[in-house]
Each structure stands twice: as structure tokens, then as C-alpha cells.
Nanobody, 115 residues
């Protein structure tokens, strides 16, 4: 599975960005799809995820502000980010897990929120 992320950038606090991730390759093996982020000096953390059964879960820090969505073909996963805060600044990574629990990573995309 190959993952191609896009949509990062620079935005002022309170603004919005939308990240998109397109999957290709062994699409049928995809189970969960989600987004992680890693800020400088911090560990990579889960931001939002949608399971194979379309159950979503979010980090507490983004609940009510971010929305994850996936197309019915399970080839794209988007992250709508609203009311962005400076603490959302990080490199965001698209990720999927296969039904055999193998994890794939896309390249990161930088999100910078200025105060």
C-alpha cells in the first residue's frame, strides 16, 4: 500500500485546513485509516482514525474541531481541521493498517498554525 498525503500549510489560529490522503496498491488489504502527528521534540500521536467498520475515534485534544472521513472505496481519507490552535502545529502522517495489522505510513505533511 502506498499513501500520498497533501493539504498541509500555514494558517492563522482559528483557521481551517483539510488534509487528504490517497491510497494505492493493495487497497483490499486496508482496514483502519487514520492520521497521526508529530510535533518537534514529541512522540508521534494518533489524531484521528476510522476503522474498517467505519467507527471513528479522536484524540481528546482535537474532539469537536477535527473530522475524519473516508470514501466508500476506502482509497482516500481526509482530515478536516477547524479552529486550529498553535499547539496543532506538527508534521501530520497518514497511516493505514492492513487486516493482518501491518502498518503503512505516508510521507508527512507540515501543518503550521501561527498565533
Amino acid at each position: 500500500v502506498q499513501l500520498q498525503a497533501s493539504g498541509g500549510g500555514l494558517v492563522q489560529a482559528g483557521g481551517s485546513l483539510r488534509l487528504s490522503c490517497a491510497a494505492s496498491g493493495s487497497i483490499r488489504s486496508i482496514n483502519n485509516m487514520g492520521w497521526y502527528r508529530q510535533a518537534p521534540g514529541k512522540q508521534r500521536e494518533l489524531v484521528a482514525q476510522v476503522s474498517g467498520g467505519d467507527i471513528t475515534n479522536y484524540a481528546d485534544s482535537v474532539k469537536g474541531r477535527f473530522t475524519i472521513s473516508r470514501d466508500s472505496a476506502k482509497t482516500t481519507v481526509d482530515l478536516q481541521m477547524n479552529s486550529l490552535k498553535p499547539e496543532d502545529t506538527a508534521v501530520y502522517y497518514c497511516s493505514t493498517t492492513s487486516w493482518s495489522n501491518y502498518r503503512y505510513w505516508g510521507q508527512g505533511t507540515q501543518v503550521t498554525v501561527s498565533s
